[in-house]
């Protein structure tokens, strides 16, 4: 049973438009959240974190929101660059952060 | 950021051969190692978490005779899949982590397994 899910596997957005990717979860135990980025050939390197005891988190065009109340989080890039386009998988765990559990990804294609 | 190497990145093998997937922290010293698995279109599945020096701790369904992990150093853990089947051939990729109990995993490139 997948805890994290993101329901779109892909994704195209006008450079210098706003990419919003989404994920949800299902386990209430969940602590702490991430996005990774992954570009092809390449490990998912991270991108940006929150804390489930925030609601938003911001880090240059990149914000993450929570919603603790509906178990989702979304990635905000704002403006998108082409740069940007490569697969983004969020991810939960646990406060202990033992374990980590991942979505399946959402490929993000950033058009000039 | 720490960066950590895997090889081979591609390999094919014959079913019921074995295969050994190298994971190295190159510039870093991983405490923790954590092995996934990636099916087409699929998440990232935890198989199994190794700290240096002690055995693997393996996730519910995970073979632990058919996937051997061994963390003989602080920058290396080996995945062994023995005999290997069709059905083995995914996508491997590895992560490593300082500390035991912080969030930040640097993740290798991956390993493609195809089992003929």
């Known amino acids: 049973d997948q805890q994290v899910k993101q329901n779109s596997p892909s994704l195209s957005v006008q450079e210098g438009r706003i990419s919003i990717l989404n994920c949800d979860y299902t386990?209430?135990?969940?602590?702490?959240f991430l996005w990774y980025k992954k570009y092809p050939a390449e490990g998912p390197t991270f991108l940006i974190s929150i804390s489930s005891i925030k609601d938003k988190n911001e880090d240059g065009r990149f914000t993450v929101f929570l919603n603790k109340s509906a178990k989702h989080l979304s990635l905000h890039i704002v403006p998108s660059q082409p740069g940007d386009s490569a697969v983004y998988f969020c991810?939960?765990?646990?406060?202990?952060?033992?374990?980590?559990?991942f979505g399946s990804g959402t490929k993000l294609n950033v058009k000039p | 950021g720490a960066v950590v190497s895997q090889h081979p990145s591609r390999v094919i093998c014959k079913s019921g051969t074995s295969v050994k997937i190298e994971c190295r922290s190159l510039d870093f010293q991983a405490t923790t190692m954590f092995w996934y698995r990636q099916f087409p279109k699929q998440s990232l599945m935890l198989m199994a978490t190794s700290n240096e020096g002690s055995k693997a701790t393996y996730e519910q369904g995970v073979e632990k005779d058919k996937f051997l992990i061994n963390h003989a150093s602080l920058t290396l853990s080996t995945l062994t899949v023995t005999s290997a089947h069709p059905e083995d051939s995914s996508f491997y990729i590895c992560s490593a982590r300082a500390g035991t109990s912080s969030y930040e995993q640097y993740f290798g490139p991956g390993t493609r397994l195809t089992v003929t």
């Open positions: 386990n209430s135990m969940f602590d702490y």
């Open positions: 991810a939960a765990s646990e406060y202990n952060f033992n374990k980590f559990y």
